[in-house]
């Protein structure tokens, strides 16, 4: 737009000089500031023109007349990119998408002059342009010419991408493969193999990539033990952090056991790491315990779910006020954790006061870098509107909250699907009963059919990921359908799918997917009370068999959920006019009234 106008005026409109000089322009951008008349910058110039097809352009006129168009340091005669960052950064990216069969060409060639500098320009340019549309070439360009560039120098670049990044992950995971099979080569590269692994898990569930995530953080955890047995002192810390890392790859599958027991004994080495004096282990500490809160809370363990997430709360809370830069995020996640808690509990104020505290943490970071914290900011907003619905609160607070999580979600997912279709998704399915409660009929149906639509794809591809959502979906979609006298077939169609699902999930993993069997049973046992209430009796005793093996087992993390649907079994019975089984619930009903009175 306006910086090519500028170009072509200041070169008196000769096509060719402004061709020339926009090239320069955008490979300085890359290469950093440079002294118009050195070699390494004239040789760049020299080469790209030739490969635009120029090979007579005069890359000494060419520098010179960039110099006057941007100006030269008085320090060091060095001409600086164009200001600012994101100016110079979108017009380099446009100039070089005038001829993208040698941009790859042209931004090595920028490395080649400059080297750290260079890459440290190129991952600042993918950053500041992640959000814009029409910019994702750059990052295809960088992904090509990583497989050229030598392990030395990838090894160096991989400590310029942060940690907390969406812009970078693609570009991260491809350098951590890049150097795994350099690394492979070498026998005494376990250490370097397993950091590379762990870093490569974590980028990859960021790409909703699960198997390829557990699979590397599962080799790094390995590796981790062996290095750990052999010197403890220096990769016990490494192997918690692993372990750690894994129980939220398996958490991911749908293998909540295995999640637990993983998360659960990274615990307790940082425990004991933090008991020996060793500072700067309480941070993972919270970490662990916050995400152990999570895995706890999978298995319908409440009650250490909560202990494990106010424990995570407390020591993060200690360390943001020493350290509010580095902490703030970590408590926001724990305060979040916490609040879904106290919601299973049914303690609503108590997960309300938590979540708006979250809340109000990640509004603060999102105002301020977008780029990092704008996803955190959309799951808090999601969550507020799941607590509100679980505490009985449909008002407009809660639709305005679910909204404005979708928006989010949206504008995230149009940029990168792979890693945020799933997150809208989840946001729409629980936005459509607010919708419904609150009266928004049309909405609700609308939010219902666009999560299953995208969940139905979603399993297509990856169905151990996905089915359980796609599930959940189709119950919520079910129930919205059932508050309209002409949807009920649509109504009894989805819902019953989902216990299909549900069924066929139960029988691999029946403590993980038995609650979401009662559940789904439960919506099918709400339809036929109102379309066939003869029909709904064995419906609803189905629910209290499917959960009674996980209620004796565990009677305090179920008494809530198996009390309300011994109450329903009940009210379906009486207007079926037929008599409970009484020696199904007379055990059950001894166990609930003794939880009460204890």
């Known amino acids: 737009g306006r910086e090519r106008n500028y170009i072509r005026r200041f070169c008196n409109g000769d096509s060719i000089l402004t061709f020339l000089v926009e090239r320069g322009v955008a490979l300085l951008t890359f290469t950093g500031p440079m002294a118009k008349g050195d070699p390494r910058w004239l040789d760049l110039l020299s080469k790209d023109f030739e490969a635009c097809g120029y090979p007579k352009g005069q890359p000494g006129e060419v520098s010179g007349y960039i110099a006057r168009l941007l100006g030269e340091s008085q320090a060091n005669r060095a001409v600086s990119p164009l200001a600012p960052d994101i100016l110079a950064e979108a017009l380099a990216v446009t100039v070089l998408k005038d001829r993208p069969q040698i941009a790859t060409q042209a931004i090595e060639g920028a490395l080649d002059c400059s080297g750290k500098e260079a890459w440290a320009n190129l991952l600042r340019a993918i950053t500041d342009t992640y959000a814009l549309t029409g910019f994702a070439p750059l990052e295809h360009w960088v992904e090509q010419l990583i497989t050229r560039r030598t392990p030395h120098e990838l090894l160096a670049v991989e400590k310029l991408v942060p940690t907390q990044t969406l812009a970078l992950t693609r570009v991260a995971v491809v350098i951590g493969g890049r150097l795994l099979g350099a690394l492979s080569k070498r026998p005494d590269s376990d250490a370097e193999r397993a950091q590379i692994l762990d870093g490569l898990g974590f980028r990859c569930a960021n790409l909703g990539r699960g198997l390829e995530a557990f699979r590397a953080t599962w080799k790094a955890v390995r590796l981790y033990r062996r290095l750990a047995a052999a010197d403890g002192e220096v990769f016990e810390q490494n192997l918690a952090l692993g372990l750690n890392n894994l129980g939220s790859r398996y958490a991911f599958l749908g293998r909540h056991k295995r999640a637990m027991k993983a998360t659960k004994e990274a615990v307790e080495i940082f425990e004991r790491l933090a008991a020996n004096g060793r500072g700067t282990i309480e941070s993972d500490l919270a970490m662990s315990l916050s995400n152990l809160g999570n895995r706890y809370g999978a298995l319908n363990l409440k009650k250490e779910a909560l202990e494990a997430s106010e424990q995570a709360v407390e020591i993060y809370s200690r360390l943001a006020k020493g350290n509010p830069e580095t902490f703030a995020p970590s408590l926001a996640g724990s305060l979040n954790n916490l609040a879904n808690r106290y919601m299973l509990l049914g303690l609503c104020s108590e997960a309300l006061k938590a979540i708006r505290q979250s809340l109000e943490i990640r509004e603060r970071l999102a105002a301020r870098d977008p780029g990092s914290f704008e996803p955190d900011l959309a799951r808090s907003l999601s969550n507020l509107c799941i607590i509100f619905?679980?505490?009985?609160?449909?008002?407009?607070?809660?639709?305005?909250?679910?909204?404005?999580?979708?928006?989010?979600?949206?504008?995230?997912?149009?940029?990168?699907?792979?890693?945020?279709?799933?997150?809208?998704?989840?946001?729409?399915?629980?936005?459509?009963?607010?919708?419904?409660?609150?009266?928004?009929?049309?909405?609700?149906?609308?939010?219902?059919?666009?999560?299953?639509?995208?969940?139905?794809?979603?399993?297509?591809?990856?169905?151990?990921?996905?089915?359980?959502?796609?599930?959940?979906?189709?119950?919520?979609?079910?129930?919205?359908?059932m508050s309209d006298p002409h949807q009920r077939e649509k109504a009894l169609a989805a819902v019953q799918r989902a216990v299909e699902i549900c069924r066929s999930l139960a029988e691999k993993d029946p403590d993980a997917y038995g609650p979401d069997v009662a559940g789904s049973l439960r919506a099918l046992g709400y339809i036929y009370i109102t379309e066939a209430p003869s029909q709904a009796p064995p419906i609803f005793k189905q629910c209290i068999e499917v959960l009674r093996r996980l209620f004796l087992k565990n009677p305090r993390a179920f008494a809530p959920l198996m009390g309300s649907l011994v109450s329903e079994y009940q009210q379906a019975c009486e207007l079926a006019a037929e008599e409970p089984d009484a020696a199904l619930l007379g055990p059950i009903i001894d166990l609930l009234n003794n939880l009460e009175g204890a």
């Open 389 to 481: 619905s679980n505490c009985g609160i449909h008002d407009e607070e809660a639709v305005a909250a679910g909204k404005r999580a979708v928006e989010i979600y949206e504008r995230l997912a149009r940029r990168d699907p792979d890693i945020f279709e799933r997150s809208l998704a989840a946001t729409l399915c629980n936005l459509g009963p607010v919708y419904s409660a609150a009266g928004h009929r049309k909405e609700a149906l609308q939010v219902g059919e666009r999560a299953v639509e995208i969940y139905e794809r979603l399993s297509t591809e990856d169905p151990d990921t996905f089915e359980p959502n796609l599930a959940m979906g189709l119950r919520n979609l079910g129930i919205v359908y």
